[in-house]
């Protein structure tokens, strides 16, 4: 491991709005009241890589609270310190594998979860592992609202793809759906938030798909 990673994950070790991996479930159903202190919705931004929705969310949305989930800590660093640089305090980085969520979040707890651009597993023996796949639906559903919103935003048509087609499977609730988000009519100040890797696609001209449905 280089001496970057090394010193990320020393850091993130003493941030206040880091819950890493060994730290217990203390929040479970109670992270508005416990963590946050308030009494506001809570919004998850799965497969956060560096946090940049998760932390603009924030900015853009105070009487909200935003948790990004993510495995590698050396990438959740960034967001982090950024979010405790700036003083955004509705922000939070929790370092789990995704399937572990239900054991960290209560029934009903979540009121939407956006997916930014994740892993998109194009190999078939890997379906269960997409992040939108019916496996993964399930445990969503044991966490969030009832009508709550999912948004997938992704650079990969297969995924988006994919997507639709679990959606139309399952009869969920399709709101939004493009396959170029930024000449569309959904375009918006969030939509408008730009990932790393977003900003690499969209150099290369890379169309970008966005999806927005619930699961009742």
Not at 72 to 85: D, H, M, P
Not at 185 to 206: A, G, Q, R
Request: hydrophobic share 35%; net charge neutral; proline share 4%.
């Amino acid at each position: 491991m280089g001496k970057d990673k090394l010193k990320r994950f020393a850091e993130i070790a003493t941030f206040d709005n880091v819950i890493q991996l060994d730290a217990g479930k203390p929040y479970k159903g109670k992270w508005a009241s416990d963590f946050f202190k308030n009494n506001n919705p809570v919004v998850l931004e799965l497969a956060c890589g560096k946090g940049e929705y998760t932390v603009n969310l924030a900015q853009m949305f105070p009487d909200k609270n935003f948790i990004g989930i993510d495995y590698k800590g050396n990438r959740i660093w960034r967001g982090a310190k950024t979010a405790i640089e700036e003083g955004i305090t509705n922000v939070a980085f929790l370092r789990i594998q995704i399937e572990l969520i239900v054991e960290y979040f209560g029934e009903n707890e979540i009121d939407e979860i956006w997916i930014t651009f994740p892993d998109p597993q194009p190999q078939i023996s890997r379906e269960k592992k997409r992040l939108t796949s019916p496996r993964f639906l399930n445990y969503y559903r044991q966490i969030l609202h009832p009508g709550a919103f999912i948004n997938l935003k992704t650079d990969n048509d297969g995924l988006h793809e994919y997507t639709v087609q679990v959606i139309a499977d399952q009869n969920l609730n399709l709101v939004a759906k493009t396959e170029d988000v930024y000449h569309s009519e959904f375009l918006n100040e969030v939509l408008s938030i730009k990932t790393y890797y977003e900003k690499k696609y969209l150099k290369h001209d890379k169309n970008i798909n966005y999806l927005k449905y619930s699961l009742t």
